[in-house]
């Protein structure tokens, strides 16, 4: 039986930290190991979305403490992070990959942020799609 892999697109967000929650719950279920890929648009000089060495070691520790193995990849400005995704989830054959999605107003509603979208179209696995808890939560 080929061992089970999860990719989760991780940022040091709420969303990240939801989409890692979840990733945590379903390598759990499946006895799963997890790719943590970190990537970044590149489209400034500093970019909160690319995590630094301390936000990584904590969520390799959220992982681990719940007997989870973890890989991490981090990508450097390609500005493709849906392209980023994609590459990883094939090159290391993954079962499932995780996103966190953000909060929109109505209007942004009509329109999926273009990274999920493009991952939720385009993989050919399974993708989960979760929401950060609300502020009001």
Partial sequence: MEPVKILVG???????????????????????????????????????????????????????????????????????????????AAAEDVTLIVLGLRRRSPVGKLILGSTAQRVLLESPVPVLAVKAPSRHE
Wanted: glycine fraction near 8%.
């Fill in 10 to 88: 991780y940022v040091p967000t709420p969303e990240g930290e939801a989409a890692l929650t979840a990733a945590a719950a379903e390598a759990e279920l499946r006895g799963a190991s997890v790719l943590l890929l970190n990537t970044s648009r590149g489209d400034a000089y500093i970019d909160a979305r690319y995590a630094n060495e301390e936000e990584l070691a904590a969520a390799q520790a959220r992982l681990r403490d719940r007997g989870v193995e973890v890989n991490i990849q981090q990508a450097v400005g390609t500005g493709d992070v849906a392209g980023e995704l994609l590459k990883a």
